[in-house]
C-alpha cells in the first residue's frame, strides 16, 4: 500500500485529473439518476386469475382452485400457495422467496397453466398470469369530475389516456371508475312466448349472423375477382333487422320481439371526487424512468386539457408521487447541507481553515463518487439511499480527520508538505484501512437480508460500502495529494487548537485518565454496573419494541362496512352519507369516495380516500381522524367505519394477523368466533376484521331432473332462462366504428321484468310446449357462502387487527399469545401468526445472523492488524458497551426499540465505534516499540489520539444530530421545521448510532487505555 501511495504522491496532476472526472461524472450521475420514493423492491408475487360467469364459491373451489393448485406445487421456490374462491371467479396466488428469478418463475408459471387449462370447465375463460411488479404501480392517479353525462365524461377520460399514453416514459394508463359499453336487446318475455321461440334459438341465429365470410377469388384467366360475404353486425340497424322465425310468409325480426340500445354494463360500484361523479385513470410509468420528469409532463398535458375541456369538468390530483419525493429530496438533502456544515464548522475550529478544506473535500468527493457507482448499478436514488449519505456524512471524514491531522502536527514540526502528507499517508494507511474494512464488514452482510424487508433496506449496506470506499480513497490517496500542492512553499507556524487542546477540557481528560490507569480494575467495574443499570433503566421506562416506525401520513382511507344483501345503489347511498360528513373540513385537500360490490366474504361496501393537506399547515393525522370518528360515528344505522392511515416501510397490512387453518371449514369458523370473543374481552384492539363468510341469504334452483327430462327439458335450457333475468346472455360481440374495442351484445328482459317473482313464470320450449320452469324447478332459500380462502391446500379463515392508539402492537400480539394457549381448539385446526409478527421473527434472526458474522469478520480483521487477541477482544468490547449508548439515545428522544431501524443502527455501530479504538491501540503498540512503559504509553496514546478522536465522533453525531431531533434546516430559505415526515422514519436509527458513538466515545478515551494496563498486569500475574 505504502509504494501505491507513493507512486500516487509522485504523479499528482494524474491523480488531481481523475478527481476532477470523479466529481464531473459524479454530478451528471446525481442528475440523471432515476429519482423516485421509496426503493424499487421485486414483490416475490405471481397471481393466476380465473373466471367462470355465475359460479359459485363451492364450484370454484372444486372445479378451478383445486386442479390448478394441482399444477402449481411443482413450480421451484414457491414460499406459499394462497387461493380464493369467489363467485364467478377464483385466483391463485404465488409467494416466492425474495430475490427469486422473476422471468424464470414467470415461465414456470404458464407453462404449467397451460398444462392445468384442460382440466377447467370449457366455459371457463382464459386464466391469466400476472406479475406483481412495484415499478408499475401507479406514480399518478389523475381524477375527473363534474356535473355532466357519464358517457361524455367516459369519452374525455379515453382521451386524455391516450395523450399521456403518448408520453416516452409513460407505460400505461388504466382507466378506473367507467364502465364497459354493450349493445343491450331487451325481449319482451310475451312476445317471445307468443311467437313460441326459445332463447337457444336467438343464440345461434346471431352468432351465424355476425361472421365475416371470406369466400375466396375467382380467377377467370381474364382477371382476378376477390369475393367477400359481409355478415359483421356494425350498427343497430344489423340487428333488429335479423329474421329470428319464419311464420308462413311472415318473417318476425329483432325489431318484432325486442328493443335495442346502446348502453353501459350494469353499473358494480360509483366514484365521486368531492361529491361529484369521477372517472380515475391511474399513471404508470416505465421502469427507469424519472418520476419528477413523467409528472410534470403529464401535468403539462392536463394543463392544456383544462382549457380545451367543458369548465364543468374538473381535474384532481388523488395521488402525486412527484410531489412527495421532491419534498423528500429537499428535507434530505437539507439534511445533508446542515450535516455537512456542522462537521465543518467543528474541523475548522479544531483544525484550521485550510486543513478543513482538505477534510471538507472528502464528502462531496465521496458522495459523488458513492452515487456514480449507484447510477451505474442501475440504482435508484430513494429515501433510503438519501439516508444512507446522511448517515456517513460523519463517517466519510473519519480517515480523512486521522491523516490529515498527523499531517498537522507534522507540519508544526517544521516538515515541509510534501513530507508531512506522504508521511501521515504512510503511517496511517494500515489502521485506517483497517478501521474502514471493520466498518464495511458489519455492513456488507446487510446487504443479504432476506424477504421484502430486505429488499427494501439493502440500499443502505451498498450505498454506505460504495461511499466508504471512495472516502478511503479520499484520505489515502487525493487530499495527501492536494494537501502536498496547497501547503507548497507554506510554513505553519505552532499554534494551539482553538477547542480542543486549549482550556481546561484536555488538562480535565488527562488528570482523570491517570488516575483511571492507577485503578483500572475499578474503572471496568464500574463501566460494566453503569451498562447493567442502564439496561435495567431502559427496560422499565422504555417506550417497548415496534416492527417499523411510524411515519405521518399524507392519505388515510375510511373502509365503510355493512352488512346484508344489499344493492349498489343501497350501498352507494350509505357510503355518500359518511362522505357527506367527512367533507368540508379545511384539512382536506380531496375526497375520493368509491362504493362496490366487493364479490367475497368481507363486508366492505365501499372506501373514502383523503388526502391531506400539507403537514406543517394542520394538525396530526390522528387528531384530524378522531375528529372524523365523532363526525361519522352515528353517521348511518348499521354501518360501521375503519380508519386506516398511510402505511409507511416495507411490511403491510394490519399489524397483527392470524390465520386459523384446518380441513373443515366449521371448526374453523368455530375456532374464529372463539377468537374474536376473546380479543374482545382482552380489550386494546380496534379494526378487527376476519373474512368468514356473511350472514345471508342465496336462492338455489333445485332442478327435479326426472321431471325436467320428461318434458325433454335439460340444465343448459334452464340456465339460459334464467340468465335472462339476471345478467343477460352473450349473444356475441361486434367492432363499431366509433369506439377501438369490442361491444358485447346481450340479450336479457327489460328491467322491470328482472324480479325474483319472474322466475316461476318463466318458460322454455320443450318438445311439448313452452313448459314453466316451475314443474320441475323449485326455489330454496340457503346461507350464502361468500368466498373460500385457502392456504397451502388448507381452508384458511384469517383474522386482522390493529391496536388502540398508544399501545404497541408488539405488546399486545404477546398478551394474545398468551392468552391463546389457554384455548382448546377444534381438533386439526391450527393457528399462525402473519403479518409484523412473521416480519419481526425473519427480521431478528437474520440480523442476529448478521451480526455475528460481522463479529467474526472484525475480528479476523483485528487479529490480522495487531497479531495480538486480547487487543482483538478489547476493542470489540467497545461494541458490548456502546448498547447502553444506544439505549440512552432512544430514552432520550423518547423512542420505542424498533426492530428494524435499532437493529440496523446497531450493527453499523458495532462498526464505527472500534475505529477510535483501532487508531488508539495502534498508536499505544508505536509508543512501546519506542521503549513507553505500559503507563506511560497509555496515557501518551491517550494524549496523542485525543483530538482526532474527540473529532471523528464528534463530525458523525453532528452529522445525525438533525435526523435524532427531527430537524430539517434549510439554509437556503433560512427556515427550520421539527417533525418532517422525512425524518420521522429514520429519528430511531440516529438516535441509535449517536447515542452508542457518544457512550463509546468515553469508554475509548478512558476505558481502553485502562484494559490496555490492566492487560499487561494480567499478563505478568500470570
Known amino acids: 500500500?505504502?509504494?501505491?501511495?507513493?507512486?500516487?504522491?509522485?504523479?499528482?496532476?494524474?491523480?488531481?485529473?481523475?478527481?476532477?472526472?470523479?466529481?464531473?461524472?459524479?454530478?451528471?450521475?446525481?442528475?440523471?439518476?432515476?429519482?423516485?420514493?421509496?426503493?424499487?423492491?421485486?414483490?416475490?408475487?405471481?397471481?393466476?386469475?380465473?373466471?367462470?360467469?355465475?359460479?359459485?364459491?363451492?364450484?370454484?373451489?372444486?372445479?378451478?382452485?383445486?386442479?390448478?393448485?394441482?399444477?402449481?406445487?411443482?413450480?421451484?421456490?414457491?414460499?406459499?400457495?394462497?387461493?380464493?374462491?369467489?363467485?364467478?371467479?377464483?385466483?391463485?396466488?404465488?409467494?416466492?422467496?425474495?430475490?427469486?428469478?422473476?422471468?424464470?418463475?414467470?415461465?414456470?408459471?404458464?407453462?404449467?397453466?397451460?398444462?392445468?387449462?384442460?382440466?377447467?370447465?370449457?366455459?371457463?375463460?382464459?386464466?391469466?398470469?400476472?406479475?406483481?411488479?412495484?415499478?408499475?404501480?401507479?406514480?399518478?392517479?389523475?381524477?375527473?369530475?363534474?356535473?355532466?353525462?357519464?358517457?361524455?365524461?367516459?369519452?374525455?377520460?379515453?382521451?386524455?389516456?391516450?395523450?399521456?399514453?403518448?408520453?416516452?416514459?409513460?407505460?400505461?394508463?388504466?382507466?378506473?371508475?367507467?364502465?364497459?359499453?354493450?349493445?343491450?336487446?331487451?325481449?319482451?318475455?310475451?312476445?317471445?312466448?307468443?311467437?313460441?321461440?326459445?332463447?337457444?334459438?336467438?343464440?345461434?341465429?346471431?352468432?351465424?349472423?355476425?361472421?365475416?365470410?371470406?369466400?375466396?377469388?375467382?380467377?377467370?384467366?381474364?382477371?382476378?375477382?376477390?369475393?367477400?360475404?359481409?355478415?359483421?353486425?356494425?350498427?343497430?340497424?344489423?340487428?333488429?333487422?335479423?329474421?329470428?322465425?319464419?311464420?308462413?310468409?311472415?318473417?318476425?325480426?329483432?325489431?318484432?320481439?325486442?328493443?335495442?340500445?346502446?348502453?353501459?354494463?350494469?353499473?358494480?360500484?360509483?366514484?365521486?371526487?368531492?361529491?361529484?361523479?369521477?372517472?380515475?385513470?391511474?399513471?404508470?410509468?416505465?421502469?427507469?424512468?424519472?418520476?419528477?420528469?413523467?409528472?410534470?409532463?403529464?401535468?403539462?398535458?392536463?394543463?392544456?386539457?383544462?382549457?380545451?375541456?367543458?369548465?364543468?369538468?374538473?381535474?384532481?390530483?388523488?395521488?402525486?408521487?412527484?410531489?412527495?419525493?421532491?419534498?423528500?429530496?429537499?428535507?434530505?438533502?437539507?439534511?445533508i447541507v446542515s450535516a455537512i456544515v456542522l462537521v465543518m464548522l467543528i474541523i475548522i475550529a479544531a483544525l484550521g481553515f485550510r486543513s478543513s478544506l482538505l477534510i471538507g473535500l472528502a464528502i462531496p468527493g465521496s458522495f459523488l463518487t458513492g452515487l456514480l457507482f449507484l447510477y451505474l448499478l442501475n440504482m435508484t436514488l430513494n429515501v433510503v439511499v438519501l439516508f444512507s449519505l446522511i448517515l456517513v456524512v460523519g463517517m466519510l471524514v473519519d480517515g480523512a480527520i486521522v491523516v490529515i491531522e498527523l499531517a498537522d502536527r507534522r507540519l508544526k514540526e517544521g516538515a515541509n508538505a510534501a513530507e508531512a502528507f506522504g508521511f501521515a499517508a504512510r503511517q496511517m494507511a494500515w489502521p485506517v484501512i483497517a478501521s474502514t474494512a471493520t466498518t464495511l464488514a458489519v455492513f456488507v452482510p446487510l446487504a443479504f437480508w432476506p424477504g421484502i424487508v430486505g429488499e427494501f433496506m439493502k440500499y443502505l449496506p451498498i450505498t454506505v460500502t460504495l461511499c466508504l470506499l471512495a472516502s478511503l480513497m479520499m484520505a489515502l490517496i487525493f487530499l495527501p495529494v492536494i494537501g502536498g500542492l496547497l501547503y507548497r512553499g507554506h510554513r505553519v507556524k505552532p499554534a494551539p487548537d482553538i477547542v480542543i487542546e486549549a482550556g481546561l477540557f484536555k488538562r480535565g481528560y488527562m488528570r482523570l485518565l491517570s488516575y483511571?490507569?492507577?485503578?483500572?480494575?475499578?474503572?471496568?467495574?464500574?463501566?460494566?454496573?453503569?451498562?447493567?443499570?442502564?439496561?435495567?433503566?431502559?427496560?422499565?421506562?422504555?417506550?417497548?419494541?415496534?416492527?417499523?416506525?411510524?411515519?405521518?401520513?399524507?392519505?388515510?382511507?375510511?373502509?365503510?362496512?355493512?352488512?346484508?344483501?344489499?344493492?349498489?345503489?343501497?350501498?352507494?347511498?350509505?357510503?355518500?352519507?359518511?362522505?357527506?360528513?367527512?367533507?368540508?373540513?379545511?384539512?382536506?385537500?380531496?375526497?375520493?369516495?368509491?362504493?362496490?360490490?366487493?364479490?367475497?366474504?368481507?363486508?366492505?361496501?365501499?372506501?373514502?380516500?383523503?388526502?391531506?393537506?400539507?403537514?406543517?399547515?394542520?394538525?396530526?393525522?390522528?387528531?384530524?381522524?378522531?375528529?372524523?370518528?365523532?363526525?361519522?360515528?352515528?353517521?348511518?344505522?348499521?354501518?360501521?367505519?375503519?380508519?386506516?392511515?398511510?402505511?409507511?416501510?416495507?411490511?403491510?397490512?394490519?399489524?397483527?394477523?392470524?390465520?386459523?387453518?384446518?380441513?373443515?371449514?366449521?371448526?374453523?369458523?368455530?375456532?374464529?368466533?372463539?377468537?374474536?370473543?376473546?380479543?374482545?374481552?382482552?380489550?386494546?384492539?380496534?379494526?378487527?376484521?376476519?373474512?368468514?363468510?356473511?350472514?345471508?341469504?342465496?336462492?338455489?334452483?333445485?332442478?327435479?331432473?326426472?321431471?325436467?327430462?320428461?318434458?325433454?327439458?335439460?340444465?343448459?335450457?334452464?340456465?339460459?332462462?334464467?340468465?335472462?333475468?339476471?345478467?343477460?346472455i352473450k349473444l356475441t360481440d361486434y367492432r363499431p366504428d366509433y369506439t377501438e374495442d369490442e361491444v358485447d351484445i346481450l340479450i336479457r328482459f327489460p328491467k322491470e321484468e328482472r324480479q325474483l317473482e319472474q322466475l316461476g313464470q318463466l318458460r322454455i320450449k320443450t318438445p311439448k310446449g313452452m313448459i314453466p320452469i316451475s314443474n320441475f324447478m323449485a326455489f330454496e332459500p340457503a346461507a350464502k357462502t361468500g368466498s373460500i380462502s385457502r392456504v397451502d391446500g388448507m381452508k384458511v379463515i384469517t383474522l386482522g387487527s390493529e391496536v388502540e392508539e398508544g399501545l404497541l402492537a408488539s405488546d399486545k400480539l404477546r398478551e394474545l399469545q398468551r392468552e391463546l394457549t389457554n384455548i382448546t381448539l377444534p381438533e386439526g385446526v391450527k393457528l399462525t401468526f402473519k403479518g409484523e409478527d412473521a416480519d419481526q421473527k425473519e427480521t431478528g434472526e437474520f440480523l442476529l445472523k448478521a451480526f455475528l458474522i460481522a463479529l467474526f469478520m472484525m475480528l479476523l480483521i483485528l487479529v490480522t492488524q495487531f497479531n495480538s487477541l486480547y487487543q482483538s477482544l478489547l476493542i470489540l468490547s467497545a461494541i458490548l458497551f456502546s448498547t447502553a449508548g444506544v439505549l440512552l439515545g432512544l430514552l432520550i428522544t423518547a423512542q420505542p426499540f424498533g426492530i428494524v431501524m435499532v437493529g440496523i443502527g446497531a450493527i453499523a455501530l458495532a462498526g464505527i465505534v472500534v475505529n477510535n479504538n483501532i487508531v488508539l491501540i495502534d498508536t499505544f503498540n508505536s509508543l512501546r516499540k519506542e521503549g513507553l512503559k505500559v503507563a506511560e504509553a497509555a496515557i501518551k496514546a491517550g494524549e496523542l489520539r485525543f483530538r482526532p478522536v474527540l473529532l471523528t465522533a464528534i463530525t458523525t453525531v453532528l452529522g445525525l444530530v438533525p435526523m435524532v431531533f427531527a430537524l430539517n434546516v434549510d439554509l437556503i430559505n433560512r427556515q427550520i421545521d421539527i417533525g418532517a415526515p422525512s425524518t420521522q422514519m429514520w429519528t430511531q436509527l440516529a438516535s441509535a448510532i449517536a447515542g452508542g458513538l457518544s457512550f463509546a466515545t468515553l469508554l475509548t478515551l478512558l476505558l481502553t487505555p485502562c484494559m490496555l494496563v490492566l492487560g499487561e498486569r494480567l499478563v505478568k500475574a500470570a
Open 516 to 728: 483511571l490507569i492507577g485503578h483500572p480494575g475499578k474503572t471496568l467495574l464500574f463501566t460494566l454496573t453503569l451498562v447493567m443499570v442502564t439496561g435495567y433503566t431502559y427496560s422499565i421506562f422504555g417506550r417497548g419494541v415496534e416492527f417499523f416506525p411510524e411515519v405521518e401520513p399524507e392519505t388515510a382511507l375510511v373502509n365503510v362496512h355493512a352488512r346484508g344483501d344489499l344493492s349498489v345503489v343501497e350501498k352507494d347511498r350509505m357510503v355518500r352519507q359518511v362522505e357527506e360528513r367527512i367533507m368540508g373540513m379545511p384539512e382536506l385537500k380531496s375526497v375520493y369516495a368509491r362504493s362496490f360490490n366487493q364479490g367475497s366474504g368481507e363486508d366492505v361496501i365501499g372506501v373514502i380516500q383523503f388526502q391531506f393537506t400539507d403537514w406543517f399547515t394542520r394538525r396530526s393525522a390522528k387528531e384530524i381522524i378522531n375528529e372524523m370518528r365523532l363526525k361519522t360515528v352515528s353517521a348511518v344505522p348499521g354501518v360501521s367505519l375503519e380508519f386506516r392511515e398511510q402505511e409507511s416501510g416495507p411490511s403491510g397490512g394490519k399489524p397483527i394477523q392470524l390465520q386459523i387453518s384446518g380441513l373443515n371449514i366449521v371448526d374453523i369458523n368455530q375456532a374464529t368466533g372463539h377468537i374474536r370473543s376473546l380479543i374482545d374481552s382482552l380489550g386494546g384492539f380496534q379494526n378487527v376484521e376476519d373474512n368468514r363468510p356473511l350472514p345471508g341469504i342465496e336462492w338455489r334452483l333445485k332442478v327435479n331432473r326426472e321431471d325436467a327430462a320428461r318434458y325433454g327439458a335439460d340444465i343448459s335450457q334452464l340456465g339460459s332462462a334464467v340468465q335472462m333475468l339476471t345478467s343477460g
Open 1 to 335: 500500500m505504502r509504494s501505491f501511495i507513493e507512486a500516487a504522491l509522485n504523479r499528482s496532476r494524474t491523480v488531481i485529473l481523475i478527481l476532477i472526472f470523479l466529481l464531473i461524472a459524479g454530478t451528471f450521475a446525481f442528475i440523471a439518476i432515476p429519482k423516485e420514493s421509496d426503493p424499487d423492491v421485486a414483490i416475490p408475487v405471481i397471481y393466476v386469475s380465473m373466471s367462470h360467469e355465475g359460479i359459485a364459491p363451492e364450484d370454484a373451489e372444486r372445479l378451478l382452485v383445486r386442479p390448478m393448485e394441482n399444477a402449481l406445487r411443482d413450480v421451484a421456490g414457491i414460499k406459499e400457495i394462497r387461493s380464493i374462491a369467489a363467485e364467478g371467479h377464483a385466483s391463485v396466488t404465488l409467494e416466492f422467496d425474495a430475490g427469486f428469478d422473476a422471468k424464470q418463475a414467470l415461465q414456470d408459471v404458464r407453462e404449467k397453466v397451460d398444462i392445468a387449462k384442460s382440466e377447467l370447465p370449457a366455459s371457463t375463460d382464459e386464466p391469466t398470469v400476472n406479475e406483481v411488479n412495484i415499478a408499475l404501480f401507479p406514480v399518478m392517479t389523475l381524477s375527473l369530475s363534474g356535473s355532466i353525462g357519464e358517457r361524455e365524461l367516459v369519452s374525455l377520460a379515453r382521451k386524455m389516456k391516450d395523450e399521456i399514453e403518448a408520453l416516452p416514459n409513460v407505460l400505461k394508463v388504466d382507466v378506473g371508475g367507467d364502465r364497459e359499453e354493450v349493445m343491450e336487446v331487451l325481449v319482451d318475455p310475451l312476445a317471445l312466448e307468443s311467437y313460441r321461440i326459445d332463447f337457444q334459438t336467438v343464440l345461434n341465429i346471431v352468432s351465424r349472423n355476425n361472421q365475416l365470410v371470406a369466400a375466396g377469388a375467382i380467377d377467370s384467366g381474364a382477371g382476378r375477382m376477390l369475393l367477400k360475404v359481409p355478415g359483421v353486425i356494425e350498427n343497430l340497424d344489423d340487428v333488429l333487422n335479423l329474421p329470428i322465425k319464419i311464420q308462413g310468409n311472415t318473417v318476425v325480426t329483432f325489431a318484432d320481439v325486442a328493443t335495442i340500445r346502446n348502453n353501459f354494463k350494469d353499473p358494480e360500484g360509483f366514484a365521486r371526487v368531492d361529491g361529484q361523479p369521477a372517472i380515475a385513470l391511474e399513471i404508470s410509468k416505465r421502469s427507469g424512468a424519472n418520476i419528477i420528469e413523467t409528472i410534470e409532463q403529464v401535468r403539462a398535458i392536463v394543463d392544456v386539457a383544462e382549457l380545451r375541456f367543458p369548465k364543468a369538468v374538473r381535474f384532481t390530483y388523488i395521488l402525486d408521487q412527484s410531489k412527495q419525493i421532491s419534498s423528500m429530496l429537499n428535507d434530505l438533502l437539507n439534511n
